[in-house]
């Protein structure tokens, strides 16, 4: 057993356009954190964990080097410093969503590449450049690629004949007049940990825990419960109508001849869902927020 002053988990949380999403993540995974607007370290009301805030594209750099514990970043940006650590877990959000972000090349709309294989030779602008190096190569491709300080939408065709590109909706890139080439690699956050401090048992623990919550809080994002009294005359329809789609749990009720019935249900299904349900002959039909759904 771990002696206790050394139960202290050092967790770097993400600086930039991923930390208000991941802010409110934890929240919602049940954490009170404290964020001042001049300082990089928030504070948990978890007195076990320690906090830094840490730009997203060098988070896995120091959570490699032991600097920290464990830390939130984007896929994207562990294959770029090429990390060499454990991945805890997948974390299905982005800035804008709760889906993947893409890392493309894309050209100018009159652009004579067409394919990747159009770009040797060519002068390629990127932040991602240690990847796209590598991706190129894999495939047999001669460029050179740039790093790009920022605004790098703006760089072709005059000092640039492409580039490489976060992108979540493509809309940035068609308002620059660019088109996609290829997608290289799709990102999502990852919960990442250093190897040394995964052998530990309490810190091992106690991230896998984190892990759950944040998982859990992920999962209710866009899910609702409903619940609802049925009378014994349509229970069977309505049953078969929500096991269709779900698992609901059934009680009976101290009044005789009722049921209540509870589910969840993704939150956009609902607004379809609660006039069916009362048309079928369901009452008192509760709708209620989640913060969180472990399996």
Same mark, same amino acid.
């Given at each position: 057993m771990n002696n206790k002053k050394n139960n202290l988990l050092n967790l770097g949380l993400p600086k930039g356009s991923l930390q208000e999403s991941t802010l409110r993540?934890?929240? =919602?995974?049940?954490?009170s954190i404290s964020v001042s607007i001049r300082s990089y370290y928030p504070v948990f009301d978890d007195t076990e964990i320690?906090?830094?805030l840490i730009r997203a594209q060098e988070m896995a750099r120091y959570v490699e080097d032991g600097h920290l514990d464990c830390g939130l970043t984007g896929f994207d940006w562990v294959l770029e410093q090429n990390a060499d650590v454990v991945?805890?877990?997948?974390?299905?959000?982005?800035?804008?969503?709760?889906?993947?972000v893409k890392w493309v090349i894309a050209v100018p709309m009159d652009s004579k590449i067409k394919s990747i294989k159009d770009l040797e030779?060519?002068?390629?602008?990127?932040?991602?450049?240690?990847?796209?190096?590598?991706?190129?190569?894999? =495939?047999?491709i001669k460029a050179e690629v740039d790093f790009s300080w920022g605004a790098t939408e703006v760089k072709p065709p005059h000092l640039a004949d492409a580039i490489v590109e976060l992108t979540e909706t493509g809309t940035s890139l068609k308002a620059n007049n660019l088109r996609i080439v290829d997608t290289i690699v799709e990102s999502t956050t990852r919960f990442i940990a250093n190897k040394k401090a995964w052998q530990d048992k309490w810190k091992r623990q106690?991230?896998?825990?984190?892990?759950?919550?944040?998982?859990?809080?992920?999962?209710?994002?866009? =899910?609702?419960?409903?619940?609802?009294?049925?009378?014994?005359?349509?229970?069977?329809?309505?049953?078969?109508?929500l096991s269709a789609m779900h698992s609901p749990t059934v009680s009976q009720l101290s009044?005789?001849?009722?049921y209540a019935i509870e589910v969840i249900t993704d939150e956009k299904m609902a607004r379809?869902?609660?006039? =069916?349900?009362?048309?079928?002959?369901?009452?008192?039909?509760?709708e209620y927020p989640l913060n969180k759904v472990i399996p």
């Amino acid at each position: 057993m771990n002696n206790k002053k050394n139960n202290l988990l050092n967790l770097g949380l993400p600086k930039g356009s991923l930390q208000e999403s991941t802010l409110r993540l934890f929240k =919602k995974a049940g954490y009170s954190i404290s964020v001042s607007i001049r300082s990089y370290y928030p504070v948990f009301d978890d007195t076990e964990i320690s906090s830094m805030l840490i730009r997203a594209q060098e988070m896995a750099r120091y959570v490699e080097d032991g600097h920290l514990d464990c830390g939130l970043t984007g896929f994207d940006w562990v294959l770029e410093q090429n990390a060499d650590v454990v991945e805890v877990a997948e974390l299905k959000y982005a800035k804008g969503g709760f889906s993947a972000v893409k890392w493309v090349i894309a050209v100018p709309m009159d652009s004579k590449i067409k394919s990747i294989k159009d770009l040797e030779g060519k002068r390629i602008a990127t932040e991602l450049v240690g990847f796209t190096k590598r991706y190129l190569k894999s =495939k047999g491709i001669k460029a050179e690629v740039d790093f790009s300080w920022g605004a790098t939408e703006v760089k072709p065709p005059h000092l640039a004949d492409a580039i490489v590109e976060l992108t979540e909706t493509g809309t940035s890139l068609k308002a620059n007049n660019l088109r996609i080439v290829d997608t290289i690699v799709e990102s999502t956050t990852r919960f990442i940990a250093n190897k040394k401090a995964w052998q530990d048992k309490w810190k091992r623990q106690k991230m896998e825990n984190i892990a759950m919550l944040l998982k859990g809080a992920l999962a209710a994002e866009e =899910k609702v419960g409903l619940k609802m009294n049925v009378p014994e005359k349509v229970f069977k329809k309505v049953l078969s109508f929500l096991s269709a789609m779900h698992s609901p749990t059934v009680s009976q009720l101290s009044e005789p001849g009722w049921y209540a019935i509870e589910v969840i249900t993704d939150e956009k299904m609902a607004r379809d869902l609660i006039p =069916k349900l009362k048309g079928i002959g369901a009452s008192g039909i509760v709708e209620y927020p989640l913060n969180k759904v472990i399996p």
